[in-house]
T-cell receptor, first 110, second 115 residues
């Protein structure tokens, strides 16, 4: 069964600190991997999309990495801000389907 | 440019009642999607429409019907609501190209409770 597993389930960090979220997948045949940010009570918003040939992509303070050989991805957040508090969802796509992870809930505190 | 809009934002139904969730996009996108999001589970695709006039089942279509009214609008209908359909429903759209490639833009969601 194609799956996307994210860790940790939740995370609390102090404002200004960095953090890294993990995504492991078994989806095949791989086409693309996306990271979305979902604020409470809102729809997901795309942060990055990577294809097989890309191993890193940045969007401001967000940097995603992809290792297609080990089927792992990470999302690194630099110098966190209170507005980064949200759920971060990893999504892996094939040509015919998107499989969504359950998300990592990040809370940034003062 | 409002992006993807959904109505209503909240709805409470009794078992057996029917309702239609509305979705509209103003980005001239071809493909539109309906997902549901349940606690502890990733978003799951209910139905999608690759272009005006076409619709296809997703992962969890049972109990739902859809209509692609025109290029802008894609509605989701629950004919006889059941408590298992309590969920948050998201509509999404994307522009030209294969339906599962490229960026999808999501609406704000409809929170549905079936009693």
């Amino acid at each position: 069964k194609n799956q996307v597993e994210q860790s940790p389930q939740s995370l609390i960090i102090l404002e200004g600190k960095n953090c890294t979220l993990q995504c492991n997948y078994t989806v095949s045949p791989f086409s693309n991997l996306r990271w979305y940010k979902q604020d409470t009570g809102r729809g997901p918003v795309s942060l990055t999309i990577m294809t097989f040939s890309e191993n890193t992509k940045s969007n401001g303070r967000y940097t995603a990495t992809l290792d297609a050989d080990t089927k792992q991805s990470s999302l690194h957040i630099t110098a966190s801000q209170l507005s980064d508090s949200a759920s971060y969802i990893c999504v892996v796509g094939t040509a015919s389907k998107l499989t969504f992870g359950t998300g990592t809930r990040l809370q940034v505190t003062l | 440019n409002a992006g993807v809009t959904q109505t209503p934002k909240f709805q409470v139904l009794k078992t057996g009642q029917s309702m239609t969730l509305q979705c509209a996009q103003d980005m001239n996108h071809n493909s539109m999607y309906w997902y549901r999001q349940d606690p502890g589970m990733g978003l799951r695709l209910i139905y999608y429409s690759a272009s005006e006039g076409t619709t296809d089942k997703g992962e969890v279509p049972n109990g739902y019907n859809v209509s692609r009214l025109n290029k802008r609008e894609f509605s989701l209908r629950l004919e006889s609501a059941a408590p298992s359909q309590t969920s948050v429903y998201f509509c999404a759209s994307r522009d030209q190209g294969a339906p599962y490639m490229g960026e999808q833009f999501f609406g704000p969601g409809t929170r549905l409770t079936v009693l």
